[in-house]
């Protein structure tokens, strides 16, 4: 069974930094196109970033500037990385992608990663 796994998160003071990777698990599954989300509490879930398979990226204002995504398929594992965090980056961060075999394909969210930024 494939499944999308996370890693990366923790707490970290503003201005810092930290970097999120996305690999699926089963591993006859590649990542095809790839997004990491996040939701704070109360609030939507939202999109931050997107990758195609071939490499091709587009942001959400909101992060434009210090957050980029980035993938290795070699090592099937889509990453963020998240530079000047601020307090209002407090979230649980998720991946979401597509994901291809030879035989079928599948739409998968990973189970999510805490970013807490201290002020």
């Known amino acids: 069974q494939v499944q999308l796994v996370e890693f990366g998160g923790g707490l970290v003071q503003a201005g810092g930094s930290l970097r999120l990777s996305c690999a699926a698990s089963?591993?006859?599954?590649?990542?095809?196109?790839c997004g990491w989300y996040r939701q704070a509490p109360g609030k939507q879930r939202e999109l931050l970033a997107a990758i195609t398979k071939g490499g091709s990226t587009n942001y959400a204002d909101s992060v434009k500037g210090r957050f980029t995504i980035s993938r290795n398929n070699a090592k099937n594992t889509v990453y963020l990385q998240m530079n000047s965090l601020k307090p209002e980056d407090t979230a649980v961060y998720y991946c979401?992608?597509?994901?291809?075999?030879?035989?079928?394909?599948?739409?998968?969210w990973g189970q999510g990663t805490l970013v807490t930024v201290s002020s």
């Open positions: 979401n992608a597509d994901l291809r075999s030879t035989r079928s394909s599948l739409n998968a």
């Open positions: 089963g591993s006859t599954f590649s990542i095809d196109a």
